[in-house]
């Protein structure tokens, strides 16, 4: 596993509104040279959402090109054309939207590259081609929870994929792809990759749209969250835009490095183990099995929901590990009360009062009980996240209202 801010950098620092936080999986990197490869996997996309006609639903697939490593957006016949700053209209925005077949379902096809595919239900989304750090084209990607995001008032989501196809140089062949909530929940999508396996997730039980949006209204502190029947914003983003308390989690995250400043919290990874307490500098100080240690001094309200700041995890095998459990554990509030980490019972999770109760709805409400709420949902296994090394296609289901 990686951090999703990985695919962000890849995506180009442009993308100024997206996030900077959500665990997510890319295929590893293989050895020797390899030649471009060819293949395209098959992208079939149903509708089945019972609120939109096909023709009222647009399609975006875009992302970074794994074979030449530039920003590109697909055409209909699944080619990656790379960004242009001459692809913005009169109106200052792109239009890559691929429409939807008249009925039925819609075949596309996705070629080597890492990116998002983005539906519009009702209206347009507006990308704009700008120029990067480095000079190159870049898109600046939407943005549904920002009130000034010329998006905001479009009904909107996304799911992410990293498809690495045979002869993609340096990486090892697969499809890796998840539905995700970090952002914003708005439709209700599902996803089913075949290949070696079969494996599906993100779909929603019956009428947990609804209930979603009425479980997050119910909660006076994340009430503000809800945007009409439009979406439900993460409430890192809530924080930012002034919709959710910046100081929510400080009771608990002080009970915690209060109640580990005279006990010992374990961590184990399944390959590495960690004790840790908090000590008189106020860091909580982990030491790995191996002798090596980290401290992680104590998180924000925003560091804990966005998984970032204190709670930074880096690839590194030491403070990485650390961090993305202490930020799980947080986020469903059991690091109190379970002193050996990561919680692997669900049933332990989302207790507290003050609890992330924005990623507790839409656990509720999944048909799998996966999805992917907070950056490090992924810990011990409960994103909405699938993989397979030998994919043959690729299912994404606007799923009923």
Known sequence: ????????AGIGATALSLPAATAWARPG???GRAA???????LTIENSSGAFANSSIRVYIVGTDLVRDVQCRVTPDGMPVPVSLSDNGPDGYTDYSIPLSASGTTTLHLPSMSGRIYFALGDRLRFRAVTDGNGRPALQYPAGWVESDPNFGVLHDFVEFTHAAPGTPGLNPGMYCNTTMVDQFSVPLGIRLEGAASHTTGTLEPGGRDRIFATVAGQPEFSRLVVDDLRVIAPGHGIDAGRFPGDYFAPYVD???SSYGARDMRIDTGSATFTGRVDGSGEFVFTKHTGERTAIPKPST????FCDGALAAPNDGLRGPVASILGAGFNRSVLHDQPAQPSTDPATFYRRGVTNHYARALHENTVDGRAYGFAFDDVAGFASYVQD???ASFHVTLTPF
């Open 1 to 8: 596993m990686v951090d999703r801010r990985t695919f962000l």
């Open 255 to 257: 009970e915690v490095w």
């Open 29 to 31: 990197r293989a050895t």
């Open 36 to 42: 471009a490869p060819a293949a395209t996997l098959p």
């Open 389 to 391: 090394p030998a994919p």
């Open 302 to 305: 925003r560091d804990v929901f």
